[in-house]
């Protein structure tokens, strides 16, 4: 079974922290994205991949960088945290044709300080 | 600037009676939709899709019906069940937007016992 997996499920970090979140997906995807959930505002993508070494920006990258360097693995930082980064963060990978749609990870909810 | 809307935010059913989620989109390049639905503290998981060259798709208790004249897709549950108790997020994509899901804020729908 397909499978995207989050390092944590939990996070609370500290104002001005630099923060890694992983994500790995064992499908051979090529797509790999990260969004943040915020009520009332949906998922919003912060950035995306569509091959190793590659990024584009999605809506709302300011704050964030992203690093990918092999195919499985695509990390989210947060250079400097805030509190307004508070969010439900989710992973989601997919091939290349999004018409068979993403896989999501279970989230992790990070909490800054 | 929004590209798919549930104007929606929340849905309250009986048991047994029909769920109907909206969603509206502005786009007229978008040509494949898609509805995810979400428990808390999990990520998001595939539903039910439809193409732009259909208007309408069946899976079990789930239909999703398109109006691309209106740009407007619902997604009909039925007969609802407790367990369908859950944020719902449609989804769009197109060529135009590079394999990329344009997401809406969710609706959250609560189906009473």
């Known amino acids: 079974d397909v499978k995207v997996t989050q390092s944590s499920r939990y996070l609370v970090k500290r104002t001005g922290e630099k923060v890694f979140l992983e994500c790995v997906q064992d499908?051979?995807?090529?797509?790999m994205f990260w969004y943040r959930q915020d009520p009332g505002l949906g998922l919003r993508l912060i950035y995306f991949?569509?091959?190793?070494?590659?990024?584009e920006k999605g809506d709302i990258p300011e704050g964030y960088s992203v690093s990918r360097e092999k195919k499985e693995r695509f990390s989210l930082i947060l250079e400097s945290a805030s509190t307004n980064q508070t969010s439900m963060y989710l992973c989601a990978s997919s091939l290349s044709t999004v018409n068979y749609g993403y896989t999501f990870g279970s989230g992790t909810r990070l909490t800054v300080v | 600037d929004q590209q798919v809307k549930q104007n929606s935010p929340s849905l309250s059913v009986q048991e047994g009676r029909i769920s109907i989620l909206n969603c509206d989109y502005t786009n007229s390049m978008f040509d494949y939709f898609l509805w995810y639905k979400k428990y808390p503290a999990e990520g998001p998981t595939f539903l039910i899709s439809?193409?732009?060259?259909?208007d309408k798709n069946e899976d079990g208790r789930f239909t999703v019906f398109l109006n691309k004249s209106a740009k407007h897709l619902s997604l009909h549950i039925v007969p609802s069940q407790p367990g369908d108790s859950a944020v719902y997020f449609c989804?769009?994509?197109?060529?135009?937007?590079?394999?990329?899901?344009?997401f809406g804020q969710g609706t959250t729908l609560q189906v009473k016992p």
């Open positions: 439809i193409s732009s060259i259909k």
């Open positions: 989804a769009a994509s197109g060529m135009s937007n590079t394999g990329k899901l344009i």
């Open positions: 991949s569509y091959d190793v070494k590659m990024k």
């Open positions: 499908m051979d995807h090529e797509n």
